[in-house]
């Protein structure tokens, strides 16, 4: 992996790239970090790499001109790194964004100094990132922080190739305690269970000690972390309480797809519908909350393909994404086919047959409940859920699918739009409770 910095104090980089696993890891080869000055691009004849800020204020801004020639230098030796600023306005760092950063090739960071950068510097940067809540003199010993933890993670860099899976963080939980001789120390013991030799027991112990001390340090990393069935069990005879720790869940394999033809209209005649960008948002936010793979919305009019289009770039390249990220996160789920038979052949390329199951509103069609569906997805079963807009999924459709689900409600009123009916049968299909 390669790694390019540019800062104005290289200096204040090279202990820490020249010791210890980091500076084993260049010597194999795995690593390769180059800095670069700033200042060595700057054009005017004091070498400036800042200014007084335009509107005034306090400190001095880096000028967008230095900087730029500095990435182009980068970009002429090799091109492609993902570029990185390093400043407190930046996305938390944690175990989960290194680990997302370590799968690239090439990381380019730029160490913000002074009051910040010029923002115009905007469209060079793909990436900003801060280590915590608190303000370095610059972004030097934070984009050290990022390359420690970035490396460790690479294949080759630790002596054990599962020493980074097993770090406190990558589960969700602190690790466990440790101890080393002497046996006895200020009086305090090691415990029993670590000189029994009994591997089991001490795996047992291990992962009891990492639960009770995440539950007392940080009881918010102890939500997001799951257990398999043997540990919760293991736990249990530690005496450790698990009410309230989490099991791990076989990964869903279940896609929604919204119908705009064939489709009934109020007098049963086929129609075909329009697209509406209510359902394009809330089935793809419903679609991402509880974990649909992709969110198919099969019309066969172009003109309404190319506004599904329209909506979804908006938000996922356009300005909705720097408004709204989470958006377009959502939204990467959609995926526009032109009819059923599109959607079976873009489906089939990526997985096995479908379990195709309608939704309906009308009474009398069901032929499984909503319990066995949810069995059937626990069990990893493939599923597609179609949902028909206008008055319901055309008899042709009907007469195809593997099951219908039994229509919500039941109070006589039958008329839920259609994204209601995505949530709340998303909800009793996938819901944790
Ligand atoms: N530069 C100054 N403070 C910083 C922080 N907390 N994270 C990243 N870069 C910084």
Excluded at 180 to 189: M, N, Q
Excluded at 378 to 399: D, N, Q, S, V
Aim: with cysteine.
């Amino acid at each position: 992996m390669r790694f390019d910095i540019l800062t104005i104090f290289p200096d204040l980089l090279k202990s820490p790239l020249n010791e210890g696993i980091i500076r084993r890891a260049r010597a194999a080869g795995i690593l390769e970090i180059n800095s670069h000055n700033i200042r060595d691009f700057a054009f005017d004849r004091h070498a400036m790499t800042d200014d007084r800020p335009f509107g005034g204020g306090e400190g001095m801004v880096m000028k967008p001109e230095p900087v730029a020639a500095a990435l182009q230098a980068v970009n002429a030796e090799q091109a492609g790194g993902h570029v990185v600023l390093l400043s407190p306005q930046g996305r938390p760092y944690n175990q989960s964004l290194a680990a997302e950063l370590a799968a690239y090739k090439h990381l380019i960071f730029i160490c913000g100094r002074y009051e910040g950068i010029d923002d115009r510097l905007t469209d060079y940067i793909d990436d900003e990132v801060s280590i915590g809540d608190y303000v370095l003199t610059g972004g030097e010993l934070p984009a050290m922080v990022l390359i420690d933890s970035i490396s460790r993670l690479l294949p080759g860099v630790l002596g054990c190739v599962d020493s980074a899976g097993r770090d406190s963080f990558s589960r969700g939980l602190l690790k466990h305690p440790q101890f080393t001789r002497p046996r006895v120390f200020a009086g305090h013991e090691v415990p029993e269970v670590l000189m029994s030799g009994d591997h089991q027991a001490i795996r047992r112990w291990r992962l009891a000690q990492s639960v009770k001390r995440t539950r007392a340090r940080r009881p918010d990393l102890l939500a997001g972390a799951r257990f398999s069935a043997d540990e919760l069990k293991d736990l249990k005879s530690e005496g450790v309480e698990t009410d309230g720790l989490r099991a791990e869940t076989a990964a869903v394999k279940l896609d929604v797809a919204l119908v705009h033809y064939p489709v009934c209209n109020k007098n049963k005649e086929i129609i075909g519908s329009a697209i509406t960008n209510l359902d394009l948002h809330d089935i793809a936010r419903a679609s991402a909350t509880y974990g649909v793979g992709t969110y198919y919305v099969v019309t066969p009019y172009e003109d309404q393909q190319r506004l599904a289009m329209e909506i979804i770039e908006h938000w996922r390249q356009g300005f909705g994404a720097v408004y709204n990220p989470d958006r377009g996160q959502a939204l990467a789920k959609v995926v526009v086919v032109d009819s059923l038979e599109s959607l079976f052949k873009e489906a089939g390329s990526r997985g096995g047959r479908y379990h195709v199951m309608a939704t309906t509103a009308a009474s009398g069609a069901a032929t499984m409940s909503y319990k066995q569906v949810r069995q059937r997805l626990a069990a990893g079963e493939r599923t597609l859920l179609l949902f028909g807009t206008g008055w319901g999924l055309a008899p042709e459709i009907m007469a195809q699918v593997d099951d219908v689900l039994p229509p919500l409600g039941g109070k006589g009123y039958n008329h839920l739009s259609v994204r209601s009916a995505v949530s709340i049968i998303l909800d009793r299909l996938l819901a944790d409770a």
